[in-house]
């Protein structure tokens, strides 16, 4: 069975080769440089197709983003977000230096008693871990993905939420991701109304029940 089957939101792929991509738009020539550099791309939101995985690809700049679909058979590998953060070891000391990778090392201890099971770095810092690529800058955020089987207890996801580092070395973005779509971790423990972005776009859900 190809790496590709199975594949879900924020997954990173290693792609055959980059000319097995069906693309979205004709692709401009920073995106043809960034697969040469790193064959690399995430899997995205949209509503699925047969046999085809729904990705992005990722320039160096944070505007240079496009879409484009692959075959399943087409994927050499496959890496979700928590098989990503043991990868943070092996960085050369001035990668890991970065706030970036100093903030998932402060997640690691916060989290390591309170935390949810299955998560690990999304954006440039779990593509970086993914493909190698230098991609994180001084100025990166760290962007954490939370899996749950279902959405989680809202009492439990303040608790993931109130036990994020004080101060960490970057800025901490966690989306929780279900079966049903994602949401931000801040919007869902804060008890209210919250965006739950799909497959099918994003819309505001009323407040969880009570706990």
């Known amino acids: 069975m190809s790496p590709g089957h ?16 069906h693309w ?9 440089q960034a697969l040469a550099a790193a064959p690399w791309v995430v899997a995205r939101r949209a ?26 058979a087409d994927v050499d590998e496959l890496l979700r977000p928590s098989e990503l953060r043991a990868r943070a070891a092996g960085l050369d000391p001035a990668r890991r230096a ?6 998932l090392a ?8 309170i935390g949810p099971g299955d998560w690990g770095p999304a954006g440039s810092a779990g593509f ?15 962007d954490i993905v939370v899996r749950c089987a279902r959405a989680p207890a809202r009492a439990r996801a303040r608790g993931w939420l109130e036990a994020l580092p004080r101060r960490a070395a970057a800025r901490i973005d966690v989306l929780l991701e279900w079966p049903a779509g994602g949401a931000a971790l801040t919007e869902f423990a804060a ?14 859900r009323p407040a969880p029940g009570s706990d």
Do not use: K, M, N
């Open 128 to 142: 970086e871990l993914a493909s190698a690529w230098a991609c994180v800058g001084p100025a990166s955020d760290l």
């Open 6 to 21: 199975g594949a879900r939101v924020h997954d990173l792929l290693r792609l055959a080769s980059p000319r097995t991509l």
């Open 98 to 103: 970065l706030g970036a990778f100093g903030a």
């Open 47 to 72: 509503p699925a197709r047969a046999g085809r995985i729904a990705v992005g690809v990722r320039g160096a700049q944070r505007t240079q983003r496009a879409a484009a679909w692959v075959d399943a």
């Open 106 to 113: 402060q997640l690691e201890r916060a989290w390591a008693e």
């Open 191 to 204: 008890g209210g109304a919250y965006l739950l972005r799909s497959p099918r776009g994003a819309r505001l």
């Open 24 to 32: 979205e738009q004709a692709p401009q020539a920073w995106a043809r």
